[in-house]
């Protein structure tokens, strides 16, 4: 059942679980309880599509190293940002869940085998459990395995997987009730701080929704999971979670950056190595990493490069490219303009895929471009990059978030270490020279974006770390099941988990975390350890 806020809703709800999110990790975690037999509602503070008012609420102040704006890299409607997701698919390696000596705060509390079996079902929800890296023959194969590791990314073929067009398992399932146009302002706990008692939650027209449960999962992403604990401040003066001062910090992103660039004539050996291809109907596209040996041995981050065609440093878009690229960061990601975004991502994926590297390698030759060595960087954990509250305050009455995103001298370490690596393997294999970007060796330390890179040339929109999982709560927010240290009944779901980034996109460990966490909550709810919820004096009805 879908009640829309906008109009009539009930005065109260209850459920066995009460989900904050609606996107991978919230749509994830109440199938899985679904087919445990809970009751689940979904709440989500936007409609079924983008609306400026609701877009507005992601807006906030960001200080420290420059980002892109907070109402542009995430969406508040059904499915979230996942409705603009690439669908890139890869698992974390095994080097990055250890603690890394070279690597302050580094270490999750689980190792890969723990979320093995959900990683693998995760596979399967994206349709690429049948991709494995190609056997073919290319450069890929003659790198030395104690310098350079070569990763796979793997493609969704649904660019909607998680909007309201796909979710009618959920909205037509009795127990399952979505709360749309409904903000969460405010996660109340029990008098005794041991647990959660309800969800103070604002309809457009400032009315106020109560909403019970047995259990509730926390799983808005992972700027706006941070920003509800420290806003559920009415009880908790710090916030929920945040007896150690840690919610919010630890922000990571993958950010992005101009590596350097392959010099000499080979450019067709390496294009042909990073063509996508299609293996077993899945398609996928590699990218090179320092081996767990050369991490070790440096003291390196798991960064991440690939190889492209890019205009050179300090060059401009030719007027095509701009017009593009103006167009699609002013459209609004309305349905309308989310299918166009797919029709040419369909388009030009048809194109490459039919012509494979000849197209950039002509256009390399004919335009006199780079061979560019493009980043896709793993940020250190670091306690000062953080998200805080603002001091203004949204139309919900909630206060915007504060971003101070922070980078440190590892950070630019890494890459450079990377492009180092691949430098003295081009050499070896005889395939020109790799020329390191002029700020890697800058004694400043800063990072650097190029916005001639990627289309996203800051960063992924891939929000980690800000409320990480630590067996110790003097170290994390969450145990190694997303449960809130200290709060019988509060879990955790998204990246805001991870105690590290890695090199991989976040979204296929996102969606195996949901899982994990959803079966620890469904045992749970089996084995009652919370008290039963009351809804007294509510004309509620039950979801």
Same mark, same amino acid.
């Given at each position: 059942m879908r009640i829309d806020c906008a109009g009539d809703a009930p005065e109260a709800l209850t459920a066995d679980v009460a989900i904050i999110g609606s996107g991978a990790a919230g749509q994830a975690a109440a199938r899985r309880l679904l087919k445990h037999g809970c009751r689940v509602v979904i709440i989500e503070s936007g409609g079924i599509d983008h609306e400026a008012e609701a877009a507005d609420l992601n807006a906030g102040e960001i200080v420290g190293q420059p980002y892109h704006p907070l109402d542009h890299s995430r969406l508040r409607f059904f499915g979230g940002t996942t409705a603009v997701w690439g669908g890139r698919c890869a698992e974390l390696d095994p080097i990055d869940f250890e603690r890394r000596s070279w690597v302050p705060h580094s270490g999750w509390p689980i190792a890969p085998d723990d979320i093995a079996g959900e990683a693998e079902e995760? !596979?399967?929800m994206f349709g690429v459990e049948r991709a494995a890296p190609p056997q073919q023959d290319s450069i890929l194969n003659r790198f030395s395995p104690e310098e350079l590791a070569v990763r796979w990314w793997s493609f969704d073929p649904k660019f909607d997987r998680f909007t309201i067009d796909r979710a009618s398992d959920l909205e037509s399932d009795p127990r399952c009730t979505l709360l749309i146009h409904a903000t969460v302002r405010e996660i109340i706990p029990a008098p005794d701080l041991q647990s959660i008692e309800r969800l103070?939650?604002?309809? %457009?027209?400032?009315?106020?929704?109560d909403v019970r449960a047995r259990h509730f999962l926390l799983a808005a992403g992972g700027i706006e999971n941070p920003r509800i604990l420290l806003a559920s401040n009415s009880v908790a003066t710090a916030g929920l979670g945040n007896g150690h001062d840690l919610v919010g910090r630890y922000f990571m992103e993958h950010p992005h950056a101009r590596g350097g660039r392959i010099i000499g004539r080979f450019e067709w050996q390496w294009l042909s190595a990073f063509a996508k291809r299609r293996v077993g109907g899945v398609e996928m596209s590699p990218a090179i990493t320092p081996s767990s040996a050369l991490q070790r041995r440096e003291g390196l981050l798991n960064s991440a490069i690939t190889v492209a065609v890019r205009q050179p440093e300090g060059g401009s878009h030719p007027l095509l490219k701009r017009a593009?690229?103006?167009? /699609?960061?002013?459209? #609004? %990601?309305? !349905? =309308? @303009? =989310?299918s166009l975004? /797919?029709?040419? /991502?369909?388009?030009?994926? @048809?194109?490459? @895929?039919a012509i494979g590297p000849l197209h950039p390698w002509a256009m390399k030759r004919l335009n006199n471009l780079d061979l560019a060595l493009v980043v896709r960087a793993e940020q250190a954990p670091n306690p000062d990059s953080r998200v805080l509250l603002s001091d203004s305050r949204d139309a919900s009455g909630m206060p915007r978030a504060r971003l101070?995103? !922070?980078?440190? #001298?590892?950070?630019?370490?890494?890459v450079a270490g990377l492009v180092a690596a691949i430098g003295r393997e081009a050499e070896r294999l005889g395939l020109g020279t790799a020329e390191p970007a002029t700020w890697l060796s800058a004694g400043s330390k800063q990072w650097v974006s190029?916005?001639?890179?990627? #289309?996203?040339?800051?960063?992924?929109?891939?929000?980690?770390?800000?409320? =990480?999982?630590?067996?110790? %709560? /003097?170290? @994390?927010?969450?145990?190694?099941?997303g449960k809130v240290h200290g709060l019988a009944n509060l879990h955790i779901a998204g990246s805001s988990l991870f105690p590290t980034g890695g090199w991989a996109n976040p979204t296929l460990t996102i969606v195996a975390l949901a899982l994990r966490t959803a079966d620890r909550i469904a045992e749970s709810i089996r084995r009652p350890a919370v008290r039963t919820i009351t809804a007294t004096g509510a004309d509620g009805t039950t979801g």
């Open positions: 995760a !596979r399967q103070d939650i604002v309809k %457009p027209d400032g009315r106020v929704i593009y690229l103006h167009v /699609k960061h002013r459209t #609004a %990601p309305t !349905r =309308r @303009g =989310r975004w /797919k029709a040419t /991502k369909q388009l030009v994926r @048809g194109y490459t @895929g101070d995103w !922070r980078l440190s #001298a590892i950070d630019v370490d890494s190029d916005g001639l890179v990627s #289309a996203h040339p800051i960063g992924g929109f891939h929000h980690m770390g800000t409320t =990480r999982m630590a067996d110790d %709560p /003097k170290r @994390g927010v969450t145990d190694s099941w």
